[in-house]
C-alpha cells in the first residue's frame, strides 16, 4: 500500500525557507510522478509543483516560479520541495500526491484527480 507523509513545515518569517520532504513507502518511488500541492483556509487545494517519475521534468505554478524547487531521491524514497524567500501568501497546509505511471508532469498535471495517493498534509506558516 502506497504511503506518503511530509515533514519540514513550520513558522518561518516572510523571505525566509523551508524545506519540506515527502517520504515514500509501498512501492517503487520511480513508478510515480509526484506533485506538490497546498491549501489555505477558505480557498481550494491548487498544485504548487510537480516532478516526473525520473526527475527530468519539473513544473511550477506561477506564483512558486523562481522560488521553489523540487528534487526526488528515487535511491531515498523522498522527494523533496525547497522553499525560497517564503511570502505570507504561501501559507497553507502542502501535500504531497503521488500519480503511478502518469505522464510525466505533462498535460493538467495540477488535476487533483489524477493523484490516488495522498499525504496527510503539513502546515507552512508565514509571519513576522
Known amino acids: 500500500q502506497v504511503q506518503l507523509v511530509e515533514s519540514g513545515g513550520g513558522l518561518v518569517q516572510p523571505g525566509g525557507s523551508l524545506r519540506l520532504s515527502c517520504a515514500f513507502a509501498?512501492?517503487?518511488?520511480?513508478?510515480?510522478?509526484i506533485g506538490w500541492f497546498r491549501q489555505a483556509p477558505g480557498k481550494e487545494r491548487e498544485g504548487v509543483s510537480c516532478?516526473?517519475?525520473?526527475?527530468?521534468?519539473?513544473r511550477y505554478a506561477d506564483s512558486v516560479k523562481g522560488r521553489v524547487t523540487i528534487l526526488r531521491d528515487n535511491g531515498k524514497n523522498t522527494v523533496y520541495l525547497q522553499m525560497n524567500n517564503l511570502k505570507p501568501e504561501d501559507t497553507a497546509v502542502y501535500y504531497c500526491?503521488?500519480?503511478?505511471?502518469?505522464?510525466?508532469?505533462?498535460?493538467?498535471?495540477?488535476?487533483?484527480?489524477?493523484?490516488?495517493?495522498w499525504g496527510q498534509g503539513n502546515q507552512v506558516t508565514v509571519s513576522s
Open positions: 516532478i516526473s517519475s525520473r526527475g527530468g521534468t519539473t
Open positions: 500526491a503521488a500519480d503511478h505511471m502518469g505522464d510525466g508532469c505533462s498535460g493538467d498535471y495540477f488535476y487533483t484527480e489524477l493523484y490516488p495517493y
Open positions: 509501498g512501492s517503487r518511488l520511480d513508478y510515480y510522478d
